[in-house]
């Protein structure tokens, strides 16, 4: 099989939330394989950082402090994608804030702003990579959704689940549009995985890790570096016939029964079954 077909030589990638975690592992990943980077995060210092790092692999790389649950903003980023570049070959839509509160306590102008954050301002984004790739004849978006996209986590995620949900339906109806005329469209959907916002929660709850870890089979939590190979292979040519899929990336979490038990907890676990004779 041809290296060639996770080369991302002559591309150009667009990636939110470049400045930590799961964006920088994924502009790291696409420049490692050829890409040049548009690097945004309203982090501007650390997607430059990011950029320094790209640079050093020989690639081009420009960041930006875009405000991506901006739509004005968003339109006055690929302005900036087509003066530097002149085209977009893949999206990596990631950045997105949630906000955590209890049903009966969130209020409407929270819920409003998680969904600009990570619906409205998703949706721009994809609308404007995907005139550009439209326009071309090729193109690959990747939206990152979470398990909760699919499921419940309580805790007070129901603002943060609601706007999932509606990203994965957003793939799925973006890649049934956009497909016949060459631009894909999946939805990677992550469980926990460790950044700060994460430690800190769990530095404030010495329970939360535990409680996370009996849901995960792998028995790990996700760290950043787990999304760079599925990133380039979503970019490239590899996964050219995959489009409205919908990736756990979750160390098994989806696949397991709420009543199933990990194997790295199942040790001394009798069998309900009867002895045979």
Not at 37 to 45: G, K, M, P
Not at 136 to 153: C, D, E, F, H, K
Not at 254 to 268: D, I, K, Q, V
């Amino acid at each position: 099989m041809s290296s060639d077909l996770f080369s991302l030589v002559g591309r150009v990638a667009v990636v939110s939330g470049a400045a930590q975690g799961l964006g920088q592992a994924t502009a790291l990943a696409l420049a490692h394989h050829g890409a040049d980077l548009v690097l945004v995060d309203r982090n501007r210092s650390g997607a430059d950082a990011t950029g320094e790092r790209i640079r050093a692999l020989g690639r081009r790389a420009i960041a930006s402090g875009a405000d991506v649950s901006d739509p004005d903003a968003i339109d006055e980023l690929f302005r900036q994608v087509d003066a530097e570049f002149g085209r977009v070959d893949f999206l990596g839509n990631i950045a997105g804030d949630g906000h955590l509160a209890q049903p009966e306590d969130l209020a409407i102008e929270d819920l409003h702003r998680v969904f600009q954050n990570l619906v409205v301002g998703r949706f721009a984004m994809c609308q404007q990579a995907g005139r550009r790739m439209l326009a071309q004849g090729r193109g690959s978006i990747l939206n990152i959704g979470s398990v909760a996209s699919a499921t419940a986590l309580g805790r007070g995620h129901i603002a943060y689940s609601m706007a999932m949900g509606a990203v994965l339906q957003m793939t799925r109806e973006l890649s049934t549009e956009w497909s016949h005329r060459g631009v894909r469209v999946n939805c990677v959907t992550p469980a926990q995985v460790v950044n700060p916002g994460l430690t800190a929660r769990m530095q404030a709850d010495p329970s939360l890790e535990a409680r996370f870890l009996r849901g995960i089979p792998a028995g790990r939590l996700g760290q950043p570096g787990d999304i760079m190979g599925l990133a380039v292979f979503l970019a490239s040519d590899a996964s050219s016939w995959i489009t409205g899929a919908i990736i756990p990336l979750d160390g098994g979490n989806l696949a397991m029964n709420a009543g199933g038990t990990p194997g790295h907890e199942s040790r001394g676990v009798q069998s309900f079954l009867p002895e045979k004779k």
